[in-house]
């Protein structure tokens, strides 16, 4: 194996569940199972062996009592026992130990289905790897999240550019509308004030020859 070739990255792991699976529930199962068997012992026979005369005499109160007290330490081992699986987070390692063994025999499976009846091969010990497979195997997922979310950026940025670039455009095109129709305009008003000029002359014209008829007369 090439020592500078890089290893795939490996599949992100599925969210562990918080509710317990085989191995957390065989567990919870076993220590109940254990409650009850020493619990069982404390029998009503043997309790009142201990105390022979208060069996004698107030037999119904000594099983009160019996009770009362099986009943205290199971609900205190219980407690002690939900106390220490939530600090340890036992049930979400056991349900990890789950999905690595699920995983294994899936990966198992897989393989003897492609080498169609060959020999499978064991896959690479990971302590036999190389520090820089072992470095990228766990930088990698890291570095594909991250290159994921900057195209993620750059492909907004990009529409929004395309939006801005559009509206510009648009703008463009109406501000050359607006120059047009402001062109035109201003056309019209020095072709109107030309004409009005020529009237203007053309009537001082008139004036100034009848003034000349009147005088010559």
Known sequence: MNPNSRSPSPVPAAPVQESPGIRAAGLINVFNTAIKSTLDKCSYNSFAA????????KPDVLDDVRRQLTSQ????????????????????????LDQYIDDARTRKKKAE?????????PPVPPH?????QIYLAHLMPFLEEHSKQLNTQ?????????ELLSTI??????????VQSLESVIHDLETS???MGEEDVQGLSAEIRELESEMKK
């Open 193 to 195: 004030a030309q004409m």
């Open 169 to 178: 455009m648009a703008q463009r095109a109406e501000i050359e509308v607006l």
């Open 128 to 132: 036999t790897l190389p520090p820089s």
């Open 113 to 121: 289905v492609e080498a169609e009846g060959g020999v499978v091969e």
């Open 50 to 57: 201990c105390f022979p005369t208060t069996a004698q005499y």
């Open 73 to 96: 330490l199971e609900h205190a081992w219980k407690n002690n026992f939900e106390s220490i699986l939530a600090q340890r987070n036992v049930v979400q390692s056991l349900n990890s």
């Open 154 to 162: 750059l492909t907004d940025t990009q529409t929004a550019n395309t």
